[in-house]
């Protein structure tokens, strides 16, 4: 079974950056797709960002697109999400999760996703 450590969230200012890693044990992660996911208080959880464990295309919200950047590292076994130009309505508790790569290609479809870690805080604020 794979189990999830996230971490690098934390308080920046707007227009900083931050780095999320999610590290794996229990089971490679090249049988996965990896999203991230974020939960702001009083709102739904959204998908984020996901990155296929085939090929490595990588999908972005919107709301993310230009900014944030998903990556990794199957030797590693981290997936990391790069967040630049970071803005007050990007506060949320991210979360990664994991995605058989049976299903092909990376979606942000919550319920497809059956692993999940525990979640990192990322507050902007000045």
């Known amino acids: 079974q794979l189990q999830f450590v996230a971490s690098g969230g934390g308080l920046v200012q707007p227009g900083g950056s931050l780095r999320l890693s999610c590290a794996a044990s229990g089971s490679s992660l090249d049988a996965y797709s990896i999203g991230w996911f974020r939960q702001a208080p009083g709102k739904e959880r959204e998908g984020v960002s996901c990155?296929?464990?085939?090929?490595?295309?990588?999908y972005y919200a919107d709301s993310v697109k230009g900014r944030f950047t998903i990556s990794r590292d199957n030797v590693k076994n981290t997936v990391y999400l790069q967040m630049n130009s970071l803005k007050p309505e990007d506060i949320a508790v991210y979360y990664c999760?994991?995605?058989?790569?049976?299903?092909?290609?990376?979606?942000?479809?919550?319920?497809?996703?059956?692993?999940w870690g525990q979640g990192t805080q990322v507050t902007v604020s000045s």
């Open positions: 990155i296929s464990s085939s090929d490595g295309f990588a």
């Open positions: 999760a994991a995605r058989s790569r049976v299903f092909g290609r990376c979606v942000l479809t919550e319920k497809q996703y059956i692993y």
